[in-house]
């Protein structure tokens, strides 16, 4: 168990619809950062918080947003769902700055299908 | 640019054979990190490795061991005495010191499977 935490498991949706993925880093961790790993894609970064502010984006799509709140959860909401964003969503956070390539520590993901 | 290459999508092995795990990687910064990973079929991401550009020290733990070869810009991982337990898709990862953010940049993954 890494200690990071991830609400839902899995999600299954439709097309068009907007969902909310949890992730709650391990304690004292003030970075935050998400990643999707999908079949044609890999497993590639979207964003990064520290301490409740944008560190730096990645591959995100406009449809997507984040943020880190005071208690130092993330949310990562998806909109417009398209069957393309079927994938296994994970979230990840260390105790470091966000520059220092301190470990991150992975959660067991979230399982989002778009039907 | 940054990239990593795992060249072999996947490798099958009987139980007890050794093998290896191979990491390429490219980077315009002379401080870096390198790191595996290890996604069982669960589904999880567990951390196995990190290793920073100024050590180039291999490193041993149990049946796992790890080569990092600067000059062929390589960091290759070998399973010793390999068990149906070490079945897992394995991931290497870079990550760069001086660009603002410690985002981790993928390989595309070893799918390892191991008979018994």
């Known amino acids: 168990d890494s200690g990071v935490t991830q609400t839902p498991k899995h999600l299954i949706t439709a097309t068009g619809q907007r969902v909310t993925l949890r992730c709650s880093p391990r304690s004292g961790d003030l970075s935050v950062y998400w990643y999707q790993q999908s079949l044609d894609q890999g497993l590639q970064f979207l964003i990064q918080y520290y301490n409740g502010e944008e560190r730096a984006k990645g591959n995100i799509l406009e449809r997507f947003s984040a943020q880190q709140f005071p208690d130092l959860h993330s949310e990562l909401n998806l909109s417009s769902l398209e069957l393309g964003d079927s994938a296994l969503y994970f979230c990840a956070s260390n105790g470091g700055s966000g520059r220092a390539a301190d470990t991150q520590y992975f959660g067991p993901g979230t399982r989002l299908t778009v039907l | 640019a940054q990239k990593v290459t795992q060249a072999q999508t996947e490798i099958s092995v009987v139980e007890k054979e050794d093998v290896t795990l191979d990491c390429v990687y490219e980077t315009r910064d002379t401080t870096y990190y390198l790191f595996w990973y290890k996604q069982p079929p669960s589904g999880e991401l567990v951390f196995l490795i990190r290793?920073?550009?100024?050590?180039?020290q291999n490193e041993i733990s149990g049946r796992y061991s790890w080569n990092f070869q600067k000059s062929t810009s390589s960091f290759n991982f070998t399973i010793t005495a390999s068990q149906v337990v070490d079945s897992a898709v394995y991931f290497c990862?870079?990550?760069?010191?001086?660009?603002?953010?410690?985002?981790?940049?993928f390989g595309t993954g070893t799918r390892l499977q191991v008979f018994p």
């Open positions: 290793r920073n550009s100024f050590d180039e």
């Open positions: 990862a870079l990550s760069e010191a001086g660009i603002g953010t410690d985002k981790l940049i």
